[in-house]
């Protein structure tokens, strides 16, 4: 979408950080902003943050975990705006465990939040964007943990839902190019959020809020502390919209990260390719 002046935005996870941060840099662009997040108070306050920006803004409480709910938050958005044409899938949530100790709960809270989340976003708003024939953009929000696996820190669910929005995001693509809708999919490293703490918004059903402990020198809290500024990271994915990227990037610095898994892919490729090199001499 190059021109995004006077349209409208749907941003989820929006009362802090990432979200917060994409809905400063659309509004800047002079978009109309429906900020919707399950924290009521900081959507409160993001959206008087908006409002003094002299953006046209609504908010929204909203779980995106909850379908009904997100097709609600949907049909608020045309009753406020009339149309929407930008999408931005971003709340999400993390939980530390390793993975042989990982409950059914969470399972079902991380996979509620990011993957469901994002897949009740698709099934609300896509028909709406659709609808109108202008055109539009899909942003999800992944994350460097959805390119590679980083071991220790236990993120395997997390990991599970970020890679499975790249998939997500990549087929997504393919299927609206032809409808003039853009997809993209953010793959942040750290950010300078509340993620870290993100347990203190998990729903009563999935358990009610959860406190991490974590130690100073976690590295999910001293990453966070040290990452990029969060309207820096908005100002990437308003310019991915305008330039329709498929992957949107946040640290060139990574790139070996993903280059080793790369890697590992290749050559179990180069073992496949000797083993059938062998069965055929032997034919
Ligand atoms: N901060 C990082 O280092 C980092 C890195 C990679 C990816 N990400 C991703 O960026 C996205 C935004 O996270 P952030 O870093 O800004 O953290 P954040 O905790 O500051 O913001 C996440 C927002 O999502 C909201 N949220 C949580 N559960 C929700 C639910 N069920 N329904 C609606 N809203 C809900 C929270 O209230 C919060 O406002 C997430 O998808 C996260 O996985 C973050």
Request: aromatic share 6%; charged share 25%; net charge neutral.
């Given at each position: 979408?190059?021109?995004?002046?006077?349209?409208?935005?749907?941003?989820?996870?929006?009362?802090?950080?990432?979200?917060?941060?994409?809905?400063?840099?659309?509004?800047?662009?002079?978009?109309?902003?429906?900020?919707?997040?399950?924290?009521?108070?900081?959507?409160?306050?993001?959206?008087?943050?908006?409002?003094?920006?002299?953006?046209?803004?609504?908010?929204?409480?909203?779980?995106?975990?909850?379908?009904?709910?997100?097709?609600?938050?949907?049909?608020?958005?045309?009753?406020?705006?009339?149309?929407?044409?930008?999408?931005?899938?971003?709340?999400?949530?993390?939980?530390?465990?390793?993975?042989?100790?990982?409950?059914?709960?969470?399972?079902?809270?991380?996979?509620?939040?990011?993957?469901?989340?994002?897949i009740n976003g698709l099934l609300a708003f896509v028909p709406l964007i659709k609808s109108h024939g202008e055109g539009?953009?899909?942003?999800?929000?992944?994350?460097?943990?959805?390119?590679?696996?980083?071991?220790?820190?236990?993120?395997?669910?997390?990991?599970?839902?970020?890679?499975?929005?790249?998939?997500?995001?990549?087929?997504?693509?393919?299927?609206?190019?032809?409808?003039?809708?853009?997809?993209?999919?953010?793959?942040?490293?750290?950010?300078?959020?509340?993620?870290?703490?993100?347990?203190?918004?998990?729903?009563?059903?999935?358990?009610?809020?959860?406190?991490?402990?974590?130690?100073?020198?976690?590295?999910?809290?001293?990453?966070?502390?040290?990452?990029?500024?969060?309207?820096?990271?908005?100002?990437?994915?308003?310019?991915?919209?305008?330039?329709?990227?498929?992957?949107?990037?946040?640290?060139?610095?990574?790139?070996?990260?993903?280059?080793?898994?790369?890697?590992?892919?290749?050559?179990?490729?180069?073992?496949?390719?000797?083993?059938?090199?062998?069965?055929?001499?032997?034919?």
């Open positions: 979408m190059k021109e995004l002046f006077g349209k409208v935005a749907f941003i989820t996870g929006a009362a802090s950080g990432i979200g917060l941060g994409i809905a400063h840099a659309l509004a800047r662009r002079g978009m109309k902003i429906v900020l919707a997040d399950i924290e009521k108070e900081a959507l409160e306050a993001a959206r008087k943050d908006l409002e003094q920006r002299q953006a046209e803004v609504i908010a929204i409480p909203l779980d995106v975990s909850d379908r009904e709910a997100v097709r609600r938050a949907a049909d608020k958005t045309i009753e406020a705006f009339g149309k929407v044409h930008v999408l931005c899938n971003n709340a999400g949530v993390g939980r530390s465990v390793r993975l042989d100790e990982a409950t059914g709960t969470d399972w079902d809270w991380v996979l509620g939040v990011n993957m469901y989340g994002a539009g953009h899909i942003v999800n929000t992944s994350s460097l943990s959805g390119l590679r696996y980083s071991p220790d820190r236990g993120q395997g669910i997390y990991s599970t839902t970020k890679f499975a929005l790249i998939g997500m995001s990549e087929a997504l693509a393919s299927d609206m190019a032809p409808l003039g809708i853009g997809v993209s999919v953010l793959c942040p490293a750290f950010v300078k959020t509340q993620m870290p703490h993100s347990g203190r918004n998990r729903p009563d059903r999935f358990g009610g809020p959860l406190r991490a402990n974590r130690r100073p020198d976690d590295p999910l809290l001293v990453g966070a502390i040290n990452g990029k500024e969060p309207d820096l990271v908005g100002e990437y994915v308003a310019t991915g919209i305008e330039e329709n990227q498929l992957h949107i990037l946040t640290d060139a610095k990574d790139r070996h990260l993903v280059e080793a898994r790369m890697r590992k892919i290749s050559d179990a490729f180069e073992y496949t390719a000797r083993r059938d090199a062998r069965e055929a001499a032997h034919k």
